[in-house]
């Protein structure tokens, strides 16, 4: 179940308390920071441990397999599960997602009205005024249930996709009238993060553009999404292959796939805006694009994933290396 209280003040206590907490945590390495101020071309990236998989026989391989990649580390840290909760570190993290199932009230949710009559037979409008539309966080109070309770009343829910990560049902449960919920299946997601106890491991890491490009450190040294077509030597594949010795409790699977990095320069930037409180000012691909022309303003609401001239930002700067990423952020900028 999820704690109403933990919600109720959460944009008053969530900055403060996890900068401090990061900073308490993090151990910055000085050498790695001044290899990359010294390039021009250097890639820095958020990396972290999933919760599933954050063990200290984790921690050890995917520090060594990084370090044998000749990958910087520049800082690492540990997150806990309250930190995470209270900071709605998840729901930023995965915003698009989570803006409609946590973080807005249905009357703030672009809903599209002639798509929601046409596929539930009622006016938006009707269903707003009695009071029938939640999000799926309100929907957990209103059913009475926890994440997963709320994902199996979801399963059996006629359901609509309204865009990428956008999805509403009409959710039924016994003593109950049914309601129009958004995304509930982010509160199973959600629940992985904040389940007391666990926790995610983070890392800061930088590396040479023209050593390693961004597009082979995702799919060489991370690997893809799913850890069974993972390179050998890749992380996911490497803690698919001795999951067991490594202490997780289940095979590693498509969601739950052992650590997650990031996709692009701008994303990394976006992440440790979120993760760590950074500034642009204060990062070196932020001074970057500062210098080039791209505002504070912009990168702050770029840093939520928006649609930019009609499609996903960062999908539009996937797996480009630092310099083609500024050019590539400025040219949207205008």
């Known amino acids: 179940m999820f704690a109403r209280g933990i919600f109720r003040n959460r944009f008053v206590v969530a900055a403060a308390s996890v900068a401090a907490t990061a900073l308490a945590l993090s151990q910055s390495t000085s050498s790695s920071t001044c290899a990359a101020a010294d390039s021009t071309n250097r890639n820095s990236a ?181 850890p069974k077509d993972a390179p050998p030597s890749a992380l996911r594949a490497l803690i698919y292959k001795v999951w067991q010795q490594l202490g997780l409790s289940a095979v590693p699977n498509v969601g739950d796939n052992g650590v997650h990095a990031s996709a692009s320069p701008f994303e990394a930037l976006a992440e440790k805006m979120n993760w760590l409180k950074v500034q642009p000012k204060d990062d070196l691909f932020g001074q970057k694009l500062l210098a080039a022309g791209v505002t504070e303003a912009t990168i702050k609401a770029w840093s939520v994933d928006p649609q930019v001239k009609g499609k996903s930002l960062f999908d539009q700067l996937e797996d480009l290396d630092s310099q083609a990423c500024v050019v590539a952020s400025k040219e949207l900028s205008k």
């Open 46 to 226: 958020f990396v972290f441990i999933k919760p599933h998989a954050n063990t200290a026989s984790t921690q050890k391989l995917v520090k060594s397999t990084l370090l044998s990649k000749g990958i910087h580390i520049e800082q690492e840290g540990e997150l806990t599960a309250e930190q995470i909760d209270r900071g709605m570190l998840i729901d930023q993290h995965y915003y698009a997602i989570a803006s409609k199932a946590t973080l807005l009230k249905p009357k703030d949710i672009p809903v599209p009205p002639k798509k929601f009559q046409e596929f539930f037979g009622v006016s938006w409008e009707q269903v707003l005024k009695d009071n029938l539309a939640y999000n799926a966080l309100d929907a957990c109070e209103y059913f009475g249930v926890d994440a997963s309770g709320l994902d199996r009343l979801w399963q059996k829910a006629k359901k609509v996709k309204f865009g990428g990560g956008f999805y509403c049902a009409l959710v039924e449960a016994p003593g109950r009238v049914p309601i129009y919920v958004f995304n509930a299946f982010f509160m199973e997601m959600r629940s992985k993060f904040v389940k007391p106890g666990t926790s995610i491991h983070y890392y800061v890491v930088d590396f040479d553009a023209d050593k390693l490009s961004w597009k082979d450190f995702r799919g060489e040294v991370l690997g893809p999404t799913d």
